[in-house]
């Protein structure tokens, strides 16, 4: 199985933008990127997780300058609806290339909007550049509470940054503080819909990007599309990013396989066993829908 | 001894309709009716315990055309039940919509009359998909000009078709800063367009005008002097948005509109002895068939002092502007003439429009079932609609839609006209029937439902 997808190319990258590295969740792809797409004039504005108000609850937001790009960097384990604004961006905000950021999911429901419209109406051909960032799962808002505040014993508004790696929930205070909680908790506190995912690296983006297979600090990048690899290539023909090839740094793109392999793995047996979740009144089984298949 | 000819349905109009004429031994018309046979669809009905804010989302859906005039006059006729004034930057962002849709809705109606037309000085008939000159470029400039005001009606309104940012006590959203530009951006490529597509379709309905003859299904029909005329009177509220009782001075009076049934108006039951199966495409309705227009048709007929009247540009432009000129090609003459202001009034209000400005009420009062009303002059003419709120909810909804006046209007016009040529005064009111079509205002014992409203 692809479990990585298509792309053209796929890099150990950081941006060379130190305000940007201060903020970012890894190596700053994404917000240089979108910094990068404005200021060439690819897009004229970028959907992100803007800062929402309650501590690290997102709120989706139109950004058009650097600083509101700064605003919203760095990763909040939640529920962002990015695509509320798929559309309204393209009407009272008169975008006319709409950059976006999503997760996975999120990255599929851009794609599935230009290619069946419903209700999107000349959405389709604005959108200029899709970015995606891994994800292997997400939270509700009160799922995080739980974690940071009960798990971790910390206040979310102490904290400053919040991480998922090597099979700890890490959060780092303002003050200095680490706390920890072993994964193997987290399954009872995931949204159920990420339960039925089968996309770990985005696969549908233009440009994807994760911290998983890269240093500290560094990022994971896939460059898929054409378009991407424009964007790409326009981006380090200005220096805004270091790089290494993916095969020379550690733990590299077999980590980045095998996880995707299990989330997908693990997903798919979640998708089959819905066709036999119920039983109907002659014993025969009776189940539960698959989007991924025509009823 | 007169014949009876039936035209059904007709064509290169929104919704259903149909034409049932008599006609003289030289096929002029003595009486025509003309008439809707849309099913009626019950909005006003189905609105009754409904929420006044989604009300007029379901009014809009009367037509998609004009869906701007629907929701406008339905959340404004709301805002004058509760009596709720709404900022002034949601008054400009509504004024921008208004404009838009007018653009977009003249400029797909010129595709809709174009082939009725001759390319001037010629004898050719202007087929507007030919790729030919000088048609290619007009179809290439209607093309643009829709998209143009499309493209402004979705930055304002949310939604091109069915807008989505009005809202009981302004609108949802007021735009960006980036947004405003683009849309000056757009209107002054507008302007230009609209003023040369104006001065094109002029021409086109100017030559008709001195034109004796015009082919139709292989005929050779006289264009009478008079194509058209009628003696009606005519009904606008204001040259470009509309009024509502809200306003100090409204220009639209409840007391003086009354209706009476189909039945008390049409045509009894007659028998079609006159038929042209050439007639384009696909004949008229054959000798021996019935029509009942009393029975059929799906429209009140509105009276405004007692008498059918026109709405629309001209009677905008004559209430306005001293318009004088009457008949078919002086209806469609006036509609272009409203081009150029439309882009004019976007260019001015969005001058006015603060960015940053509130763009919904303070207060939004929820109604003590108080009667209130709201104009929208619509593309095709003034579109009032009635509300009842209390406690939120609609009590009472009524539509009076432009075509539901112009229809015994257009009928009326009918006389003294070639059969052949009854098509081309109907469109001349760039009819809307699925908007015509409505409930009945008037109650059971036929009386008058003004006078009840104003109770
Ligand atoms: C729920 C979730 C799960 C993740 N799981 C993994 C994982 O298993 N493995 C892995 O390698 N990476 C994962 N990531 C991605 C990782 O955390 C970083 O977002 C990614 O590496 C990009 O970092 P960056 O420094 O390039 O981006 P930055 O420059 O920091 O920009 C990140 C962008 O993402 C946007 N964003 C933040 N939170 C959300 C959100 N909840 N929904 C949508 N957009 C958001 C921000 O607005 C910002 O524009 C996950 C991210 C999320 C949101
Ligand atoms: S796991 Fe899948 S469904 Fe859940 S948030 Fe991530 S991409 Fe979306």
Redesign the pocket.
């Known amino acids: 199985m692809d479990v990585l997808g298509n792309y053209k190319s796929v890099i150990s990258a950081r941006s060379t933008d130190k305000d ?1 590295t201060k ?10 990127l ?1 910094a990068y797409a404005l200021e060439e004039g690819i897009i004229d504005g ?1 959907i ?3 800062p929402g108000d309650e501590p690290w609850k ?1 709120e989706p937001v139109v950004a058009t300058t650097k600083a509101e ?1 700064l605003a ?9 609806p ?1 695509l509320n604004l798929i559309k309204e961006a393209t009407r009272s905000y008169g975008l006319d290339r709409v950059g976006i ?3 996975p999911c ?1 990255m599929q429901a851009v794609r599935k909007a230009q290619l069946y419209p419903i209700g999107m109406r000349d959405v389709d051909d604005k959108i200029a550049l899709a970015l995606g ?7 509700s808002y009160q799922a995080l509470e739980a974690i940071v505040e009960d798990h971790c014993n910390q206040k979310m508004e102490s904290v400053k940054k919040m ?3 090597k099979g700890k929930f890490t959060v780092y205070t303002e003050r200095g503080a680490v706390s920890q909680m072993p994964l193997k908790l987290l399954s009872k506190y995931v949204q159920p819909g990420c339960n039925v995912c089968l996309d ?1 690296v985005a696969n549908l983006a233009d440009i994807s ?5 890269s240093p500290d600090g560094w ?2 990048v896939f460059v898929r599309s054409m378009k991407g690899n424009a964007v790409w290539d326009g981006a380090i023909a200005a220096d805004l990013f270091e790089t290494k090839p993916m095969d020379q740094v550690k733990p590299g793109l077999d980590l980045v396989t095998k ?1 995707a392999t299990e989330k997908i793995t693990k997903n798919q047996k979640n998708v089959d066993a819905r066709k036999t979740f119920g039983l109907k009144a002659d014993g025969t089984a009776k189940g539960l829908r698959n989007p991924y298949e025509t009823p | 001894m007169s014949k009876v000819v039936e035209i059904s349905p007709t064509t290169r109009h929104e919704g259903h309709s149909k034409l049932v004429m008599q006609v003289n031994d030289d096929g002029i018309v003595e009486r025509g009716d003309w008439l809707s046979i849309t099913p009626v669809r019950g909005i006003e009905k189905l609105a009754i315990g409904k929420t006044m804010e989604q009300v007029p989302k379901i009014a809009s859906r009367v037509c998609g055309i004009c869906p701007i005039a629907h929701t406008l006059a339905g959340v404004e006729a709301m805002e004058a039940s509760i009596g709720c004034e709404i900022p002034e930057d949601a008054k400009l962002l509504r004024y921008i919509l208004q404009c838009a849709n007018r653009t977009h809705s003249h400029a797909l109606h010129n595709i809709l009359s174009l082939p009725d037309m001759h390319i001037p000085g010629t004898d050719v008939k202007i087929n507007p998909f030919t790729k030919e000159e000088p048609v290619r470029s007009a179809a290439l400039r209607i093309q643009r000009l829709r998209e143009i005001a499309q493209t402004i009606g979705e930055i304002v309104g949310g939604e091109a078709i069915h807008p989505s940012n009005p809202r009981v006590g302004g609108c949802y959203k007021n735009i960006t800063p980036r947004a405003k530009a683009k849309i000056y951006d757009l209107a002054k490529e507008g302007r230009l367009l609209a003023q040369e597509h104006m001065e094109f379709m002029i021409s086109v309905f100017r030559d008709f005008q001195t034109r004796g003859t015009t082919e139709v299904g292989g005929v050779e029909v006289e264009i009478p002097d008079d194509l058209g005329y009628h003696r009606q009177g005519y009904m606008a509220t204001a040259p470009m948005y509309g009024s509502s009782s809200l306003d100090a001075n409204p220009t639209w009076f409840p007391e003086r509109f009354t209706e009476v049934r189909p039945w008390d108006w049409y045509m009894g039951e007659v028998e079609i002895s006159e038929a042209d199966p050439n007639y384009p495409i696909g004949g008229t309705t054959p000798v021996g068939n019935k029509a009942w227009p009393q029975m059929e048709a799906c429209t009140g007929v509105p009276l405004y002092d007692g008498q059918p009247i026109e709405v629309g540009p001209r009677a905008r432009l004559v209430q306005f502007k001293n318009y004088d000129e009457k008949g078919a090609m002086g209806l469609q003459i006036a509609r272009q003439m409203e081009f150029p202001d439309t882009m004019y009034g976007i260019l001015d209000a969005v001058d006015a429009l603060n960015t940053s400005g509130p763009v919904v009420a303070d207060k939004i009062p929820q109604g003590d079932g108080s009667l209130g009303w709201a104009a929208n002059e619509a593309p095709r003419g003034t579109d009032v609609h009635l509300a009842r709120v209390k406690d939120g909810r609609v009590q009472y909804y009524s539509l009076l839609v432009p075509t539901t006046w112009n229809f015994p209007t257009c009928s009326r016009a009918l006389t003294g006209a070639p059969w052949r040529l009854a098509e081309v005064i109907m469109r001349a009111y760039d009819p809307c029937v699925s908007c015509a079509t409505h409930m009945l205002v008037i109650d059971e014992d036929k009386r008058l439902v003004a006078q009840k409203l104003i109770q």
């Open positions: 940007i903020k970012s969740q890894d190596g700053g792809i994404i917000t240089t979108f970028a992100v997780a803007g997102p790009l919203a960097a760095g990763t909040r384990y939640t529920i962002s990015n950021v999503g997760t999120q960032i891994f994800c292997m799962e997400n939270l991480d998922i790696g770990y990007s994760g911290s998983v297979g990022s994971t996880l």
